[in-house]
């Protein structure tokens, strides 16, 4: 008898990356890495959320840069284009027709609740924009125009893919199954790298302070002069504990790094003062950033090479998204 093999089809997993600076450690061990460890057994797509990037304002020529800038950044870290659907968000306009689709089916007070939007709203008072609101609608569209079984983020979208998850729910929930209702896909190691200097607060591209982030190209010495003045304690011991935020911070780092657990990193430090620690945590981070600093560097000088690998990004992720989209418009009933 013959066994047929009958292939499963791959899961896909998406996630998008806004192009508001240089990304951060905490991007890259957040989201980026796993984002590149998914594309083997997963449909990868992912894409540069300029769309989200405008919900506070950007300057012309230096948006325009980091756009390309984001996009040579996950070439660099390794997703390969051929294997996954790499693309720029406004290239592909059904993210923003879906977006209008979903803001019909999401109310006012959901919207309010969201965490981003008081923390935004906060520091930019002067620009509390409509799009800083409807953030997470686009955000849904995102998500949803593509299927995706999971989405790998940073702890701190959470609370946006729970609405995406709930938007979905309800227009299934009157139309029958035109969305699939995604799983968030956090790491528990990396999924929330602290800021240097303030490890109470989050390692963010967009801190006034330099010294609280590593850029991911930031140079080696940069990179372990930032790790050496980071905030920490005075007990001197290297071990995880509640009211040590920094030390606890870089040990999380050193082992998603490293692989190693937090015992053994307790145990291999044990006795060392803070200085030999930090010293050490900068040189892994230096030695797993140089390789992507400097394809990076490379792919930067050939933008014929990232405009050919974002048009067909764009083509692909166009040809998904179609589909989805009429899908939608046809069950509101719009004539088609
Ligand atoms: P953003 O820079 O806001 O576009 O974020 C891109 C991805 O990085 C998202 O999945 C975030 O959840 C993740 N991320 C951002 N900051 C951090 C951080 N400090 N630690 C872990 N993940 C992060
Ligand atoms: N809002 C996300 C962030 O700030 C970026 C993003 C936009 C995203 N669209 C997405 C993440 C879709 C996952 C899926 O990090």
Redesign the pocket.
């Given at each position: 008898m013959c066994s047929e093999k009958t292939e499963q089809p791959r899961k896909r997993a998406?996630?998008?990356?806004?192009p508001s600076g240089i990304p951060t450690l905490g991007n890259y061990l957040g989201a980026l890495k796993n984002w590149v460890a998914m594309q083997e057994d997963f449909e990868g797509i992912f894409a540069v959320?300029d769309l989200?990037a405008i919900t506070v304002r950007q300057e012309p020529a230096k948006f325009r840069q980091q756009i390309y800038s984001a996009y040579a950044l996950l070439l660099a870290i390794g997703l390969d284009p051929q294997k996954s659907t790499v693309f720029i968000q406004s290239h592909v306009p059904q993210h923003t027709q879906l977006s209008w689709l979903l803001s019909c089916y999401t109310q006012f007070g959901e919207l309010s609740r969201m965490t981003q939007f008081k923390d935004k709203s906060a520091r930019h008072a002067d620009n509390i924009n409509a799009g800083l609101f409807t953030y997470p609608v686009l955000?849904a569209a995102?998500?949803l125009l593509y299927q995706p079984d999971f989405?790998p983020?940073g702890a701190d979208?959470k609370q946006?893919l729970e609405i995406a998850r709930d938007i979905a729910a309800r227009f299934n929930g009157l139309y029958g199954e035109v969305f699939r209702v995604p799983e968030p896909y956090i790491a528990k190691a990396g999924a929330k790298v602290m800021s240097l200097q303030d490890p109470e607060k989050k390692m963010s591209k967009s801190d006034e302070n330099v010294n609280a982030y590593i850029s991911m190209l930031d140079s080696r010495e940069e990179i372990i002069r930032k790790f050496k003045r980071a905030v920490t304690d005075s007990e001197a011991v290297v071990r995880v504990a509640p009211e040590k935020a920094g030390i606890s911070n870089l040990i999380g780092i050193y082992s998603v790094i490293t692989g190693k657990s937090t015992e053994e990193i307790e145990r291999e430090f044990d006795g060392c003062g803070y200085g030999t620690f930090k010293t050490a945590v900068g040189e892994v981070v230096a030695d797993e950033l140089a390789p992507i600093r400097e394809r990076y560097d490379q792919l930067m000088k050939d933008k014929a090479y990232l405009e050919e690998n974002f048009r067909q990004g764009a083509d692909r992720a166009a040809y998904m998204a179609t589909k989805t989209l009429r899908k939608a418009a046809k069950k509101i009933g719009f004539v088609l």
């Open positions: 998406l996630s998008c990356i806004q959320a989200h955000m995102d998500i989405v983020v979208q946006h």
